[in-house]
């Protein structure tokens, strides 16, 4: 929703652009805001004697070029701003400290590009303070993260590197402290995938170990998720390239062991590197992991040859999905149902519905009908239309997708298929 927000601000401000003859950087140099982030921005352009032109990120949990928050443990909240002014064309990071009803910028430091990709803070050093976490982008498709200190007025780095993702999350169970881990860049396109595990210790932050995942098998890496296994205890999930071309998905799961201190990889009962990147093999890549039933732990997923018949012209849209966490023994919690490649969207279907049904175009062409394989019997129809569609009292909305409505439509009763189970259960990717 955040990205959807930043790009439509973006079209107005180039359709304002195209009407006025004004330039969108302009817009972006001086944005009318008020209250504290109007403010902050009026002390640093008097501070810095032009007017600063804010810098937002291009991805990531804060979209915004202002972050609040308390940097250096002192129980007040200070102010960061990224900019860019005439003097250097990279991103600038700006500390302000609040002065009675204004603000005054302590201290300015120089960013390594002309693109933030991503800005976010965690408590790193300890449990008092915030430190804040920025990642650049360069031209050549590079990207360095930077971690900042902020004490004392005074702003440094605590850590750089180059990296191609990253997650903050408790991955060895501090209960005050976030742990951050990165991908490091491999030395060639066979070598895997390189984890560094960065936390708190007694000598302060800094990296505590790399694990190496997946040589031979990945590329890259393309997200990193974190959860939780049956036992409580933090774990990650690792989506990788399974090929150069990067237009393929595998996952690896990355456990930590409080005892020696080391990350590990983890392989369920049964299954061991090459068997587990076989089963959570995919060509869509937009199929990352994620808690896909909202319990808390990571679900991978697996496309199935069994799941039940699409017909054509279903069959080169729809796939059928298994989420499975491997949390356990028995291998965790599953969800089947069925992913729309064409909408981006993952419907719930009930268990017992798996290799029983089939699937086919609806007369309209706008969505597809559950029918059961024997029998014949239809249960319900799935449609994704224009939210002024008459829906004759008979269609229900199940999610909303951009400008459009994913409705639902009962035909025959089935237990655990109907409107609320699956407006609960659908998950949209982007």
């Not at 009026?42 to 810098?55: F, P, Q």
């Not at 443990?73 to 500390?95: C, F, K, M, R």
């Not at 390594?112 to 303070?129: F, I, K, N, P």
Request: a negative charge.
């Amino acid at each position: 929703m955040r990205f959807v927000k930043l790009v439509c601000s973006l079209l107005a401000a180039c359709l304002l652009a195209a009407c006025t003859g004004t330039d969108v950087e302009t817009l972006l140099r001086a944005p009318q805001l008020s209250g504290q982030t109007g403010a902050v921005q009026s002390a640093l352009n008097r501070y810095l004697g032009v007017t600063a032109t804010l810098r937002y990120p291009a991805s990531g949990e804060f979209l915004s070029p202002f972050l609040f928050g308390d940097w250096d443990g002192d129980e007040i909240n200070e102010a960061a701003v990224l900019y860019t002014s005439d003097a250097s064309p990279n991103v600038w990071l700006a500390i302000l400290e609040p002065d009675g009803d204004d603000w005054r910028v302590t201290q300015t430091i120089e960013g390594l590009s002309s693109e933030a990709e991503t800005v976010t803070y965690a408590r790193l050093r300890d449990a008092e303070s915030l430190q804040l976490v920025v990642g650049y982008g360069s031209a050549q498709g590079d990207r360095y993260l930077v971690v900042y200190l902020y004490s004392e007025e005074t702003l440094q780095e605590l850590l750089r590197q180059q990296y191609t993702e990253m997650i903050l999350a408790d991955v060895t169970g501090s209960s005050e402290t976030q742990d951050l881990v990165l991908a490091i860049p491999g030395d060639n396109e066979n070598s895997g995938v390189t984890l560094n595990l960065l936390t708190n210790t007694p000598d302060g932050f800094r990296s505590a170990q790399t694990l190496n995942v997946g040589e031979g098998d990945y590329s890259g890496c393309a997200a990193l998720h974190a959860g939780t296994g049956a036992d409580g205890q933090p774990w990650l999930v690792m989506d990788g390239w399974a090929s150069t071309a990067r237009n393929s998905l595998a996952s690896s799961i990355i456990t930590y062991d409080s005892e020696t201190g080391f990350l590990g990889t983890y392989y369920p009962e049964g299954t061991g590197p090459s068997t587990l990147r076989k089963q959570t093999l995919r060509y869509d890549t937009a199929l990352v992991s994620t808690d896909i039933d909202g319990n808390g732990t990571i679900d991978i997923p697996m496309e199935l040859t069994d799941g039940g018949t699409l017909m054509e012209p279903m069959d080169s849209r729809l796939k059928f999905l298994l989420w499975q966490d491997y949390s356990d023994a028995d291998g965790g919690h599953t969800c089947f149902g069925i992913y729309d490649s064409e909408y981006r969207f993952f419907l719930p279907l009930p268990q017992s519905m798996r290799g029983e049904v089939t699937v086919r175009a609806n007369t309209s062409g706008t969505g597809w009908l559950i029918r059961s394989t024997l029998g014949g019997t239809t249960y319900c129809e799935i449609r994704v239309v224009d939210p002024a569609e008459d829906t004759d009292g008979e269609y229900l909305r199940i999610a909303t997708i951009g400008s459009q409505q994913l409705q639902y439509r009962e035909y025959t009763h089935y237990s655990g298929l109907n409107a609320i189970d699956l407006q609960n259960g659908v998950a949209l990717f982007e």
